[in-house]
DNA sequence: AAACGGATGGGCT
DNA sequence: GCCCATCCGTTTG
């Protein structure tokens, strides 16, 4: 497997969500490699009012407005923290939500993370994943190009040919019909399987 | 299979 | 206060 450049980032931040799909997430941590294959995305763009960077730059999303392939950040419902890589030209302020994935390496690792077994249930949602994967909060701003950095993306060439689908962004209420997110069609590790049926 | 509410805390009006 | 790019256990159809 081949890391991804980063000209793989600086591109046009759907085209960048669409594309991470089948890409693998590893993960170098203490207690040994923890990977999974992304199976769904969401694109929170410039001039879009349910991105954090929709009012300006902040002291909290301040990465979002970095260069691109590097991880953004963020806290959330008191308790939870999610995962985003940031696209496209450096200030306008996108970044690609990394929602799923299947897990490919360190599953026990991960069953210890969640406290859960059921391996479809480790890492299908945005919180959920990154406890499954140990990351913290201070790995927000690392560059997931270098080949000094505990996280990195890869290319894998072994995947067969996917079908991309979209639809609406989960648990947004601003722009919320914008189908701005992207998943694997009939992977069984996306967030929701039901997902289109609602609102 | 879907709906609901509690957990939990930082930032903003 | 109220909102929030969530999750989970419980209740209801």
Same mark, same amino acid.
Request: charged share 40%; proline share 0%.
């Given at each position: 497997m081949k890391p991804l450049p980063k000209s793989f980032f600086d591109k046009p931040t759907v085209e960048v969500a669409k594309n991470l799909l089948g890409k693998v997430l590893f993960h170098r941590t203490a207690k040994g490699i923890i990977a999974g294959r992304i199976v769904e995305t969401e694109a929170y763009l410039h001039?879009?009012?349910? #991105?954090? @960077?929709f009012k300006g730059k902040t002291a909290l999303n301040a990465m979002m407005f970095d260069s691109p392939g590097r991880a953004y950040i963020y806290f959330t419902y008191g308790m939870y923290h999610c995962f985003n890589i940031v696209t496209n030209?450096?200030?306008?302020?996108e970044a690609v939500l990394i929602r799923a994935l299947e897990p490919i390496l360190g599953i026990d690792l991960m069953k210890k993370n969640r406290k859960k077994e059921n391996v479809k249930d480790l890492c299908s949602g945005p919180a959920k994943l990154f406890i499954a994967l140990g990351?913290?909060?201070?790995?927000?701003?690392?560059?997931?190009?270098? #080949?000094? @950095?505990e996280l990195r993306l890869m290319q894998d060439d072994t995947l067969k040919r996917i079908t991309i689908a979209s639809a609406k962004r989960i648990g947004?209420?601003?722009?919320?019909?914008?189908?701005?997110r992207f998943y694997i069609k009939g992977n069984e590790f996306v967030s929701r399987k039901y997902h289109d049926k609602k609102i």
């Open positions: 001039m879009d009012e349910a #991105s954090h @960077s030209k450096k200030d306008t302020g990351m913290k909060k201070e790995q927000n701003g690392s560059s997931l190009i270098s #080949s000094k @950095s947004i209420k601003k722009a919320a019909d914008k189908k701005l």
